[in-house]
């Protein structure tokens, strides 16, 4: 099957999935300079695979998908970090926090797959509208 939309991204619709967890989770945290800097590097990440896989259907390769892909991938290891200061903080159990954790952190593989495997696709006819899964 061929990827025609970002929507189609199993690693955005984790992204998104991940993105409203962090939400609720600090919906009535009262640390608005936590919250804020936790929930934008949430959305960070779905963003970044979204707009990099929109920007390279108009392109001949995947620079910018791979640059959009290399900044998500360090923004879910930014919302990565902050869960432990949060857990450190008491904002979240232990069990909450390396429960999003360990969706970061397989959200980061994809992330890192998908960046592989269009590496090595560059040359191959790599445009991300021939994306398959």
Same mark, same amino acid.
């Not at 970090?81 to 903080?89: C, H």
């Not at 269009?118 to 509208?129: A, D, I, Q, V, Y």
């Given at each position: 099957?061929?990827?025609?939309?970002?929507?189609?991204?199993?690693?955005?619709?984790?992204?998104?999935?991940?993105?409203?967890?962090?939400?609720?989770?600090?919906?009535?945290?009262?640390?608005?300079?936590?919250?804020?800097?936790?929930?934008?590097?949430?959305?960070?990440?779905?963003?970044?695979?979204?707009?990099?896989?929109?920007?390279?259907?108009?392109?001949?390769?995947?620079?910018?998908?791979?640059?959009? *892909?290399?900044?998500?991938?360090?923004?879910?290891?930014?919302?990565?970090?902050?869960?432990?200061?949060?857990?450190?903080?008491?904002?979240?159990?232990?069990?909450?926090?390396?429960?999003?954790?360990?969706?970061?952190?397989?959200?980061?593989?994809?992330?890192?797959?998908?960046?592989?495997?269009?590496?090595?696709?560059?040359?191959?006819?790599?445009?991300?509208?021939? *994306?398959?899964?």
């Amino acid at each position: 099957m061929t990827i025609q939309n970002f929507e189609e991204l199993v690693i955005w619709q984790e992204a998104r999935k991940l993105c409203k967890q962090v939400y609720a989770f600090f919906k009535n945290n009262k640390d608005y300079g936590f919250k804020d800097q936790i929930q934008r590097a949430a959305v960070s990440i779905m963003n970044n695979i979204a707009e990099g896989f929109d920007r390279s259907k108009s392109s001949k390769d995947n620079k910018q998908f791979l640059s959009f *892909l290399n900044i998500a991938y360090g923004s879910c290891g930014e919302v990565k970090s902050m869960l432990y200061i949060a857990q450190d903080l008491n904002y979240l159990s232990m069990q909450e926090s390396e429960q999003l954790r360990i969706d970061c952190i397989s959200i980061s593989a994809k992330i890192k797959g998908l960046i592989i495997t269009l590496k090595e696709n560059n040359g191959k006819n790599n445009r991300t509208n021939n *994306l398959t899964i």
